[in-house]
């Protein structure tokens, strides 16, 4: 079942995106008291502001700055996990990092091309989790950890469910995000396979008014 053609619910006086319900069969990952299962993968604030997701990853193809975390910070109304480096590298992800955390963000997302140096220096800096992303099973998962992240998050594509295995395998008791596809089943599977919470992709505003839209011609 797909959920980009079916997932706006009304209730009572107005309409939010329901994210899958088997996001909710995950344990959990708990950060500072509180227990996040689903994870809202985008920077749209209104799709943020109109979800039941337990947080946001907001995490972009830009250089990330800090205006845009404070945007979505002050604008949402649950926790944000914010991208703070990964094409950009070096000093600069040590200022994002601390603004971010000054923003009280809930947690540093760096990407896979983050060195581990790199992810050391901003473990150093902030208080706050530091989650890094692992795309392959080539990834020093041990160095990982040893460098100071916090969490990991598998992004792996069709791979994702494998590769989580995997670490689950090695690493019993890591914190796992992973993505977990648009399907129930798919979600079902990551979760199965190790993962503590999911991320999840909403459709865009123009798809959610595409069908909006048909429904109102229809009527």
């Known amino acids: 079942m797909s959920f980009f053609s079916d997932s706006l619910i009304k209730k009572e006086t107005f309409w939010f995106e329901q994210l899958p319900l088997s996001c909710y069969q995950a344990r959990g990952i ?16 209104a799709i943020i502001r109109n979800c039941d997701a337990d947080a946001v990853f907001a995490v972009y ?5 800090s205006a ?9 109304y649950i926790p944000v ?7 950009t590298k ?25 060195s ?14 530091v989650i890094i992303t692992v795309v392959s099973e080539e990834t020093d998962i041990a160095a990982r950890l040893a460098s ?28 796992i995000i992973a993505s977990g596809g648009n399907t129930e089943e798919s979600i079902q599977a990551t979760i199965a396979a190790g993962a503590n919470a999911i991320t999840f992709t909403p459709p865009s505003t123009a ?13």
């Open 90 to 114: 070096g000093l600069r992800t040590l200022s994002l990092a601390q603004d971010a955390e000054g923003q009280s963000a809930m947690g540093i997302v760096l990407n896979a091309p983050i």
């Open 207 to 219: 798809e959610l008014f595409k069908s909006m839209m048909a429904k109102y011609r229809e009527s």
């Open 116 to 129: 581990d140096l790199n992810l050391l220096a901003v473990t150093k800096v902030v208080d706050i989790p």
């Open 68 to 76: 845009i975390s404070h945007a979505l910070i002050n604008g949402s």
């Open 148 to 175: 100071g992240a916090s969490i990991l998050n598998v992004a792996a594509g069709p791979g994702t469910a494998a590769l989580v295995q995997k670490i689950r395998r090695d690493f019993p008791e890591v914190p």
């Open 61 to 65: 193809p830009f250089t990330p700055q």
């Open 30 to 45: 708990v950060v500072n008291g509180r227990r996040i299962k689903s994870l809202v993968f985008t920077t749209d604030l």
């Open 81 to 87: 996990f914010c991208g703070c480096g990964g094409t």
